[in-house]
Each structure stands twice: as C-alpha cells, then as structure tokens.
C-alpha cells in the first residue's frame, strides 16, 4: 500500500529520525528540533526535496549510543515537513505531519543520516461495525470524564466533540494526550482500529481510576 504523499521511491530510501522516545503517531504533528549536524543535513535534504521522513523509538537502554547508530524499533511514523525554519546557526525547527505507520528495514547507505526500506502497514477494520461503534462511544464518554475531572484534558474533550471524527483518528488524537514510552509504542503497533479502539478504553479506565486530583496529570 501506498498513500499518497508517499511514493515508490520515497518508500524505497525512507530518511530516519531515531530519538529516544520518539514515537510519532498518524494524523498528529510533532514538533522538533534538529542540532545534530547530520540531522540537519537530513532536514535540508527533505525540505528542499519536499521528501518525507520517518522519525522512530531508539530501543530503551540504547540511548548512551547517540550520536551513533542506536538500534531502533522497526514500527515507526512517517510523515512530511508542513513548518520549517533554518536558523543562523544552522539549527532547523520543523513541525511534522504524521501520515502513516511503517515498518522499516533499515539500509546500508552513504548518506550522513539513517535511511531505511519502509513499507506501509495500513489500518484494517473489524467486520463488527456495530460494536466498533459502541466502543468508540466509550472511549468519547470516557474523555469526557477524564476532562471533567482534570482541567489538562477538558480541552482534549472540547476538541473532540467539536471534531466528529472518525475512532482511527481519535484514537492517535488521545494516545498524544495520556501515553507515552511502551504504551504510545503499543498504540503505533496497533493496525486493527478496532483493538486500537479497546486499548484506548483501557488506558482511559486506568487512568480515570488512577484520578485523584488536579494534580495527578502533568
């Protein structure tokens, strides 16, 4: 599969952002910025070639080996760059667009930076539209619990009902709000929307249970 704003050959020589924590998740945006000298050169080679990148998770207890070649996970974000600024020294503040998870299989080039093959992984729907359905309004009445108990997620609340979007994006909107590390990355592993949907609901429940003042979220 491919989408649109990702062709054969983008596919074919995918540049690669390892970061410790670095879980980018579809129909999101992320912010960065880019010193390293190498990844600057990655950051001029994609805006000025208007190419996309993927930005992944250095595998935990690897994150000594930057600068270097870190092992990373394989599942990782693609996106391309909607905001970038090169600064006077050299530096780069970009912003992503998340467009697709892929798997990558990481090749030996002569670029400064990562490059790997990547490959598409596409979401795929359970036949049970109804219960998919009843899921998903689980998870808007859920967020809208967590937000009124918790003024740091109202907003994700607000966002939500005013949305009306479909539970494969819901589900990337919340997972930015309330996971992270190996629950993020689980999200990210997550094709089938319908589970995605349920591990939402899980998180969400634990987390409201785990609620016991403004406080408890950061």
Not at 184 to 211: I, K
Request: aromatic fraction near 6%; glycine fraction near 8%.
């Amino acid at each position: 599969m491919i989408v649109p704003e990702l062709n054969t050959d983008h596919l074919a020589r995918l540049p690669v952002f390892p970061l410790p924590g670095g879980i980018f998740l579809p129909d999101t945006a992320m912010p960065l910025h880019i010193f390293e000298p190498r990844y600057r050169a990655l950051a001029r080679h994609c805006t000025l070639n208007k190419w996309p990148l993927a930005v992944t998770s250095i595998l935990p207890g690897h994150e000594e080996q930057q600068p270097g070649a870190p092992p990373f996970e394989a599942i990782a974000g693609a996106g391309d760059i909607l905001f970038n600024k090169e600064l006077p020294d050299g530096r780069f503040l970009i912003v992503l667009r998340g467009l697709c998870r892929v798997r990558l299989f990481e090749l030996d080039t002569d670029t400064a930076w990562r490059e790997a093959r990547a490959a598409v992984l596409p979401d795929t729907w359970p036949d049970d539209h109804r219960g998919l359905d009843g899921a998903t309004e689980t998870m808007i009445s859920l967020i809208r619990a967590a937000g009124a108990r918790h003024p740091g997620l109202a907003s994700l609340a607000a966002e939500i009902d005013a949305s009306n979007a479909p539970p494969d994006i819901l589900t990337h909107a919340v997972a930015t709000r309330i996971t992270e590390g190996p629950d993020r990355q689980r999200v990210l592993e997550t094709c089938d929307v319908g589970a995605r949907v349920d591990l939402m609901n899980d998180f969400l429940a634990g987390l409201l249970a785990g609620m016991t003042g403004p406080s408890t979220l950061h």
